[in-house]
Nanobody, 125 residues
Framework: QVQLVESGGGLVQAGGSLRLSCTASGDTFSAHGMDWFRQGPGKEREFVAAIDWSGSTFYAHSVQGRFTISRDNAKNTLYLQMNSLQPEDTAVYYC???????????????????WGKGTLVTVSS
């Protein structure tokens, strides 16, 4: 069982930056694909960014060029650096882990096996 705990959310003005962190339990973190998803008010959960076990990254079009996903396997931690934030980025952000070992990238929430409880990001205009 993998436990994920997000942190780093908060209130920021439009144009500002935040860095989210997600700390994972267990000793096989480096072998799992990790994703960030978000769910805005009245919206469905949507894919934001993914990083696979090899370090390859993938982004939703809406955040490409503004957000950067990264991982520190020595610290069992996933990051999401968010720059040029806009009010439409307001959401609860979740990290998720793919339970497969060294599997292909997965950008569907249905394909993720473990979830954190989320951290709220609010961007004011």
């Amino acid at each position: 069982q993998v436990q994920l705990v997000e942190s780093g959310g908060g209130l920021v003005q439009a144009g500002g930056s935040l860095r989210l962190s997600c700390t994972a339990s267990g000793d096989t973190f480096s072998a799992h694909g990790m994703d960030w998803f978000r769910q805005g008010p009245g919206k469905e959960r949507e894919f934001v960014a993914a990083i696979d076990w090899s370090g390859s990254t993938f982004y939703a079009h809406s955040v490409q060029g503004r957000f950067t996903i990264s991982r520190d396997n020595a610290k069992n931690t996933l990051y999401l650096q968010m720059n040029s934030l806009q009010p439409e980025d307001t959401a609860v952000y979740y990290c998720a882990a793919d339970g497969r070992i060294r599997g292909p990238p997965n950008i569907r929430p249905e394909g993720m096996d473990y979830w954190g409880k989320g951290t709220l990001v609010t961007v004011s205009s």
